[in-house]
């Protein structure tokens, strides 16, 4: 029997408290596990925004989630905004899931990544995620060259592309180490000398961001 992790989330403490909302997000993903015959489990946050996907009961589904911990197969929630409302975090769940074999579901956008049109619909956003980020590589190549071409000195962080680097430091605002470089790797992404991602490539990359980050604050 399927065994899916039934996501919910609230705002405000009002909402949590009277139970509206989270009890309309409960039926309308129940009534969608039933008719696919899923036993659920569920994590509810409350009273928390979905500016970022840092939020305990979130982060505790996702770690279920982890191959060497798995003991459900996938996540469902009644509205992608329930989950995040930045189609770019969501992009990266996807690809999380499509890496490591789980299914991820949003009812309101027939994302279903366990059927063959809802995982159609979940490429689909996913191209256009690693478009937009191949666009911003293609600007900060262009850029990189014009500062060549102009003499100043570009440092050691500048050879990792920009847009791979700002989507590490998106990535580990939410994931571990190891599951960041899951992350790049799934997406195509890789280190700054071509090769793919590991723990150690990850957190060095990140210090040196970090220090990149910190230099230009002082200067």
């Known amino acids: 029997m399927t065994t899916m992790i039934g996501y919910l989330r609230v705002s405000t403490e009002e909402q949590a408290s009277s139970g509206l909302g989270l009890d309309a997000q409960r039926d309308t ?15 509810v946050d409350e009273g928390l925004s979905a500016k970022s996907l840092d939020r305990p009961q979130l982060q505790a589904a996702l770690t279920r989630l982890h191959p060497k911990r798995r003991d459900v197969d996938g996540i469902v929630v009644a509205k992608l905004d329930r989950l995040s409302r930045s189609v770019v975090d969501f992009a990266g769940v996807l690809e999380l899931a499509r890496a490591r074999g789980w299914a991820l579901v949003a009812i ?10 809802g995982e159609l619909v979940a490429n689909l956003m996913m191209s256009v995620a690693q478009w937009e ?3 911003i590589g293609e600007r900060t190549s262009v850029a990189m060259q014009a500062a060549k071409r102009a003499g100043r000195h570009m440092g050691r962080v500048s050879v990792l592309p920009q847009a791979t680097g700002e989507r590490l430091m998106e990535l580990r605002r939410t994931l571990t180490l190891a599951a960041t470089a899951d992350a790049l790797n799934a997406e195509g992404l890789t280190t ?10 990850v957190a ?14 002082d200067s």
């Open 29 to 43: 993903i129940q009534r969608y596990a039933d008719a696919h015959g899923w036993d659920m489990v569920w994590h």
């Open 204 to 217: 060095a990359a990140q210090k040196r961001l970090l220090l990149a980050d910190r230099a230009t604050i």
């Open 108 to 117: 309101d956008l027939g994302v279903d990544t366990s059927s063959p049109t």
């Open 133 to 135: 980020r191949r666009v």
């Open 192 to 201: 700054a000398t071509g090769t793919t991602w590991t723990v150690g490539t």
